[in-house]
């Protein structure tokens, strides 16, 4: 039983260019998160979604960010035109539930 | 807005020593009250979790106490070992399809 997948685990992109961050959730989950970790910060939500659906995408910046969990396959997180400040760990966890969560290991942006 | 706030920052404790990291919330909606344990390079990893009907929980050497009506809950760490380094992030949310509020976290270093 795999725990929740993220790949890649390091992804270098140039300024302006495209991220696609992929995350497979725990067999049997259907609640996604993404959330943004800053080196000596914590945490921070940015969208929950369920299969198809976004339900909560209130910690998303309103442009160049975009996820989508599709019926069949990964939950996708796409930074279009990444800047410097989008460097980060981006974590995600799925749950069965709304609680209980499990994180996977991250991907690490760093913009150049 | 800061809705869960975290400390100390940073502790050094001795092995064997008894850490205590501390969290206030504001929201008296939550209701659910975990703490993550990450190690470098990997994802946060459940730890404890409590919820307000009770006013401690012990699993192993990990115990939360919670104080409902000061809106404070602390983790305690007993016989702390050094292989327990690690940061460690509270983290509230209520039911009902929210997501989880992290604190900022606290880099614990165990020496021997």
């Known amino acids: 039983n795999a725990g929740v997948m993220q790949n890649p685990r390091h992804l270098v992109r140039r300024r302006g260019q495209e991220a696609r961050l992929r995350c497979s959730p725990m067999k049997g989950h259907s609640h996604v998160y993404w959330y943004r970790q800053l080196p000596e910060e914590g945490l921070k939500f940015m969208v929950y979604?369920?299969?198809?659906?976004?339900?909560?995408e209130s910690g998303m910046p309103k442009e160049r960010f975009s996820a989508e969990f599709p019926k069949e396959g990964p939950s996708i997180l796409r930074i279009q035109q990444v800047v410097r400040g989008d460097s980060a760990a981006y974590f995600c966890?799925?749950?069965?539930?709304?609680?209980?969560?499990?994180f996977g290991s991250g991907t690490r942006l760093t913009v150049v | 807005q800061q809705q869960v706030k975290q400390s100390p920052q940073s502790l050094i404790v001795q092995k064997g020593g008894i850490p205590i990291i501390n969290c206030a919330y504001e929201n008296t909606a939550f209701d659910y009250f975990p703490w993550y344990q990450q190690f470098p390079g990997k994802g946060p990893a459940l730890l404890i979790a409590?919820?307000?009907?009770?006013s401690e929980k012990k699993e192993g050497r990990f115990t939360i106490s919670f104080n409902k009506s000061a809106k404070q809950f602390s983790l305690h760490i007993m016989d702390s070992q050094p292989g327990d380094s690690a940061t460690y992030f509270c983290?509230?949310?209520?039911?009902?399809?929210?997501?989880?509020?992290f604190g900022k976290g606290t880099r614990l270093s165990v020496i021997a």
């Open positions: 966890a799925s749950s069965y539930q709304e609680i209980g969560y499990t």
């Open positions: 983290a509230a949310s209520y039911s009902g399809n929210t997501p989880l509020v």
């Open positions: 979604l369920q299969k198809e659906n976004i339900i909560d």
């Open positions: 409590i919820r307000p009907d009770v």
